[in-house]
């Protein structure tokens, strides 16, 4: 059982579409990440959010944090064929010590067809 | 660029054999962690450095593995007797100053046949 599990794990759209993509838990966390890797690369970190209920934008991206702490989502408006990538969502536990040992979703695969 | 660096960056060994990754962070950071990341999933947590002291290690490390940090530097992890479930990304990151975001590097992809 994956302690944060993200929804839909793919999601196949065209270009100009929006979408949200869902990481849920049931466990409190502390802050939670978003990173999105293409293949063969590491993760890219893309946002931390830290606060309950918080809502950052990067361009056309926004991510949301829940009131409890234990789900997060992502948007994007309109996307371009660019944003294609695995989409992860990574979580510090509430109560942990050790900073960067992250609790990782099991990620998005998203494709934007032009 | 992320500040980190690994190599190699693809290794195909055959069951058995041992093989070592090597992580150089651009700097000397406090804490650097290895992470596994298989086919279709996200990243595992394996272990992580304060300066040269390894402070955590995941049930997923068996005693197979081993990871050191010599001189709060570079990092090496090296799995002995291969086996084909260790075929995965191995993902090293360097932590941002307390903040708890990781900056991963490229990766070293294993495949053991």
């Known amino acids: 059982t994956q302690l944060l599990e993200q929804s839909p794990q793919f999601l196949s759209i065209q270009e100009g579409e929006n979408l949200t993509v869902y990481c849920n838990s049931s466990s409190v966390f502390s802050s939670l990440q978003w990173y999105r890797q293409e293949p063969g690369e590491g993760p890219v970190l893309l946002v931390t959010v830290v606060t309950g209920g918080e809502v950052k934008k990067l361009k056309r991206l926004t991510f949301q944090f829940g009131d409890a702490r234990k789900d997060s989502s992502l948007h994007i408006t309109a996307a371009q064929p660019g944003d294609t990538g695995l989409y992860l969502c990574?979580?510090?536990?509430?109560?942990?010590?050790?900073?960067?040992?992250?609790?990782f979703g099991q990620g998005t695969i998203l494709t934007v067809h032009p | 660029d992320t500040g980190v660096s690994q190599n190699p960056r693809h290794k195909i060994t055959k069951r058995g054999q041992n093989v070592t990754f090597r992580c150089d962070p651009i700097s000397e950071h406090n804490r650097l962690y290895w992470y596994r990341q298989t086919l279709g999933q996200g990243p595992e947590f394996l272990t992580y450095?304060?300066?040269?002291?390894?402070?955590?290690k995941s049930r997923l490390l068996s005693d197979r593995f081993s990871a050191e940090r010599p001189k709060g530097s570079f990092s090496t992890l090296e799995i002995q007797r291969t086996e084909q479930g260790d075929s995965a990304m191995y993902l090293c990151a360097r932590e941002a100053g307390g903040s708890g975001e990781l900056f991963f590097g490229e990766g070293s992809r294993l495949t053991v046949l």
């Open positions: 990574a979580g510090e536990r509430a109560g942990g010590t050790s900073y960067g040992k992250l609790t």
């Open positions: 450095f304060q300066n040269e002291a390894q402070l955590e």
